[in-house]
């Protein structure tokens, strides 16, 4: 599903294109998050037309336990449920259980759960998500994992990514034994573990890169640790990845970090840092981080940027962003979680076109700097 | 700034245009509130361009208090404090200050009220809310008055309509030798009040028609009377105004009450009913009304009304909406929000379609009890 088209000369950026059956995606790509089926306070109109997002992520435990299987399957999975024709990742549910329900018990066969809506009981293997996944009808899912907390010993981490071999080993088996639902192909990734022990990450990114996955994804890391480890772990673990399958790095981040992780060798990214940021009103600006809520705000009767191509900075002057968020207006969040995004999504289309035009090298430790501003 | 440009044959429905510096109105129509500078889940772009709104509505109590009057001056007033420049109509303040505010004094000289917000104590007169209203450099502002409430004894409402006529008096001399801020002209509309009494609203008609407003409005109804008597007070009040003014109905109302009230002479609505409950989950449509958080929906996995022009109808089935309806996602309040207005506006312009024709006595009654119905 991936071909490689260049590699940067003194970076280890990479540029390259996913085909999907719902469409081509350009990498480096940022994935907006949509939780339940909904990238929060955006429509998908805007989406498309707007942020020119290429592929949105679903989350498979939200999903499964609302509005569960059942009415997924009979909405014709996510694309059909959300009216979404574009690709779609969809995680494996592995992260939730771990960060989000109550009750945990972790055992060969899988992890049994506690739902966090209702206290129900739910068992996922790696076999199950599949089938869930299966039932989302995703372009790209994801095999279950362990994803242990920063820091975490050196014995607990290996043992953790055992399992997480065994389990990546059924899912991949259980995968090429099963069908799509709805006609479409589906792509699964392995997830590299391993914490930060490097003889770890090497041999989990071996393992992984055996069982022919479509595509391979960096888990473990955004989990608490320092940036510049997680860095360090970034270079290091992209050096043991085949070059012919796509790299996913989950859970990043900040505009820094996604243009640094480029530098590295990522090609795909997924946060929540965007939408979630704009619902606490802090935007993301090609020239900084801006806080709305701050009273110097209050008082700037003009646009902020306005040659950017985002509905706030071209149409709306600060005073009134100012007002909105303060006000709890729902306008105020519909439009800096659309600026957020537009942002990221125009950030790595830079990303791309300095890629191209061999001036990566150059550009990027500057626009790390410029991007990580308050202003 | 009135032109009547046809009346129906059997009905006292009329065809009108207003025209303001900020463009022409069709009439009959309504005007989507925008409370504090912003229609409550609505961009500014999806009011244009999708709701296809003429004008809109703010409120000059919220908007006083927030921002505040020096902020809304600096910004160039209300059209460019939230990026719209189409026509704008304020109201005075009156009816929040008697609804919302915590402490009430009313005098002579004005209304004496603490802000619902901090407690802050503000002094509205007939003369500063015009100049409040200059600030606020609406298209067409409002007097202050007093609105009673029902049931409420005819002498209360003989006094109350008195000072409201005084303060008329008092707030036309103060527009007429204050001038607009902006460069825009800015029009005043009388309020006639009088409760459910015939010869007061007689009186208050007649005296509100010698003062020359620009327009007139019929306040005082829809706070809590019975719908016929709402109908039979606004069929004798109509009788009772100029021809040759626009004529304004505040705070109606239901699909079934515009409807109903052009046929007896109204060419002016607004309310928050579509953004209000859009917010609570009910949406109007032109086969009635849905509570989308019913559990019929959940499973419906079709479009509601592929043929209706509002994102909600034509992109997204119905087990989705209930879906984000049920999650709290603020996108199923964009949509239904969105939906509601796009319905309110899209019968306007049916009902101007119908009086065009000469068919709207044919079809009012039957669209009535169409939209009436509970789906």
Redesign the interface.
């Known amino acids: 599903m991936y071909t490689l088209r260049k590699k940067a000369a003194q970076t280890k950026a990479r540029l390259g294109t996913l085909q999907t059956d719902h469409g081509e995606i350009q990498t480096p790509i940022f994935m907006p998050v949509g939780t339940?089926?909904?990238?929060?306070?955006?429509?998908?109109?805007d989406l498309v037309n707007k942020i020119k997002a290429q592929i949105i992520l679903g989350n498979t435990y939200h999903l499964y336990l609302?509005?569960g299987n059942e009415?997924m399957q009979?909405?014709?999975g996510l694309h059909?449920?959300?009216?979404w024709d574009k690709p779609i990742l969809t995680d494996s549910g592995g992260y939730q259980i771990f960060s989000l329900s109550d009750i945990r018990d972790l055992k060969e066969k899988g992890a049994t759960f506690q739902s966090h809506l209702d206290g129900s009981k739910h068992l996922f293997t790696p076999e199950n998500v599949v089938d869930t996944q299966r039932i989302l009808g995703s372009d790209i899912m994801m095999i279950l994992d362990e994803c242990p907390p920063w820091p975490a010993e050196y014995d607990y981490v290996k043992e953790s990514m055992g399992l997480t071999h065994r389990w990546a080993k059924r899912g991949r088996e259980h995968f090429l034994k099963t069908d799509p639902i709805y006609g479409h192909k589906q792509h699964q990734f392995g997830i590299v573990q391993g914490g930060t022990y490097k003889d770890l990450r090497k041999e989990s990114s071996e393992f992984m890169a055996s069982l022919d996955f479509e595509g391979l994804a960096i888990g473990g890391l955004s989990v608490g640790e320092p940036t510049d480890i997680m860095y360090e772990i970034t270079d290091f673990n992209t050096d043991h990845l085949p070059e012919d399958k796509p790299r996913y790095l989950m859970g990043v981040g900040t505009p820094a970090n996604l243009i640094q992780c480029v530098a590295l060798g990522i090609d795909m990214f997924d946060c929540v840092m965007p939408t979630r940021n704009a619902r606490n009103g802090t935007i993301f600006t090609r020239n900084g981080r801006v806080n709305v809520r701050n009273a110097k705000w209050?008082?700037h009767?003009k646009l902020l940027d306005p040659d950017f191509p985002s509905?706030l900075c071209r149409?709306?002057?600060m005073?009134?962003i100012h007002?909105?968020i303060?006000?709890d207006?729902?306008?105020?969040?519909?439009?800096t979680s659309l600026h957020n995004l537009t942002f990221y999504l125009w950030l790595m289309e830079q990303i791309r076109e300095q890629i191209k035009n061999d001036t990566f090298q150059e550009w990027y430790p500057r626009m790390m700097e410029q991007v990580e501003q308050r202003i």
């Open positions: 339940l089926g909904s990238v929060k306070a955006v429509s998908q109109d609302r509005p009415i009979a909405a014709g059909g449920f959300m009216g209050k008082h009767h509905d149409r709306y002057n005073s009134y007002h909105l303060k006000s207006e729902i306008l105020g969040l519909e439009l």
